[in-house]
Nanobody, 115 residues
Framework: QVQLVESGGGLVQAGGSLRLSCAAS????????MGWYRQAPGKQRELVAS???????YYVDSVKGRFTISRDNAKNTVYLQMNSLKPEDTAVYYC?????????WGQGTQVTVSS
């Protein structure tokens, strides 16, 4: 089992920044990848950014150039730095860890961007 605890969400004005953190614990060996998803009201959950154990990264087009995912292996933590936030970034953000064909999820953290 992998436990994930997110932090760093909140309310910010458009153009502002937030940094989300996700601390992993438990059976963290062999985690293949970690990422951030988000789900806005009435919409499907979407992958925002991810990083693999090999260092490859992925970003959905809508956040490219604004969001950066990073991973601190010593702290078993993955971060999502979000800059130039827009109202359409408003959602619950979930941390995800993929290990041995199983996805593990955090509890989610709310990000609200006001216009």
């Amino acid at each position: 089992q992998v436990q994930l605890v997110e932090s760093g969400g909140g309310l910010v004005q458009a153009g502002g920044s937030l940094r989300l953190s996700c601390a992993a614990s438990g059976s963290i060996s062999s985690i293949n990848g970690m990422g951030w998803y988000r789900q806005a009201p009435g919409k499907q959950r979407e992958l925002v950014a991810s990083t693999t154990s090999g260092g490859n990264t992925y970003y959905v087009d809508s956040v490219k150039g604004r969001f950066t995912i990073s991973r601190d292996n010593a702290k078993n933590t993955v971060y999502l730095q979000m800059n130039s936030l827009k109202p359409e970034d408003t959602a619950v953000y979930y941390c995800d860890a993929f290990r041995r064909a199983v996805n593990y999820w955090g509890q989610g953290t709310q990000v609200t961007v006001s216009s």
